[in-house]
């Protein structure tokens, strides 16, 4: 069975500093599929990136940089030089390849980020 | 161009009573998902459709809930009996096609659903 664990609840920092949220996964399929999605205050989850397990190659998007390692299962986000509009909900998710019959797509249970001005 | 809407924005409701939820995908994406986010936790699937027909049904808790898409765009979430346990934000999200597997959710608002 698929499993995501964002082992991080809540972390609080001050504006500028840098901060990663953890995600480690669990599945037994060899093709699957890694995002991050924000879900900011107004409730409404946002995109921010995709990764198939054939790339293990860093991403980096602005601020933001993901660094994800099949040999730990993990696909770790990095914010540089925070700002107080990325206190959010962070969610890490997996989806294993789909077939005919649907797409399994699970979540984490999401880390709360707060920036402090 | 709009995004995924849902309606109502908030429904507060009796234990025992019926409701529905709705759901209006990005114009032309076939595939659609409803998931069921409590407080504190992350999105929970429930259901997802391919077109009109509902290709994976396994995370509907119980046979209170139901869904449908009768014309392959506009979905209703069915929950019957309703229970305070029922009580969380419904999520519902599109996507374009599950073409290389390849599948980014666009979601919608939610419902925030309040049985008392």
């Known amino acids: 069975a698929q499993k995501v664990t964002q082992a991080q609840t809540e972390i609080s920092v001050v504006e500028k500093e840098d901060v990663t949220l953890d995600c480690v996964y669990e599945?037994?399929?060899?093709?699957?599929?890694l995002f991050w999605y924000k879900q900011p205050p107004s409730g409404e989850l946002v995109f921010l990136i995709r990764?198939?397990?054939?790339?293990?190659q860093n991403e980096i998007s602005g601020r933001y940089s993901w660094n994800f390692q099949k040999s730990t299962s993990s696909f770790n986000f990095t914010i540089t030089a925070s700002q107080v509009v990325d206190s959010a909900v962070y969610f890490c998710?997996?989806?294993?390849?789909?077939?005919?019959?649907?797409?399994?797509?699970?979540f984490g249970p999401g880390t709360r980020l707060s920036v402090l001005p | 161009g709009a995004g995924v809407s849902q309606t109502p924005s908030n429904k507060v409701t009796e234990k025992g009573k019926y409701v529905e939820l709705r759901c209006d995908p990005i114009?032309?994406?076939?595939?659609l998902y409803w998931y069921r986010q409590s407080l504190g936790q992350g999105p929970e699937f429930l259901i997802y459709?391919?077109?009109?027909?509902?290709?994976?049904d396994s995370g509907l808790p119980n046979d209170r809930f139901f869904a449908v898409r009768p014309e392959g765009s506009v979905s209703t979430l069915k929950i019957q009996r309703t229970e305070r346990g029922d009580s969380a934000v419904y999520l519902c999200?599109?996507?374009?096609?599950?073409?290389?597997?390849?599948?980014?959710?666009?979601f919608g608002p939610g419902t925030r659903l309040t049985v008392l």
């Open positions: 990764r198939n397990s054939f790339d293990e």
């Open positions: 114009s032309g994406h076939t595939a």
């Open positions: 459709f391919q077109g009109t027909g509902a290709a994976d």
């Open positions: 599945t037994r399929d060899t093709t699957y599929y």
């Open positions: 999200a599109s996507s374009s096609s599950l073409a290389g597997g390849y599948n980014e959710q666009f």
């Open positions: 998710a997996l989806s294993e390849a789909p077939n005919n019959y649907g797409q399994n797509f699970v």
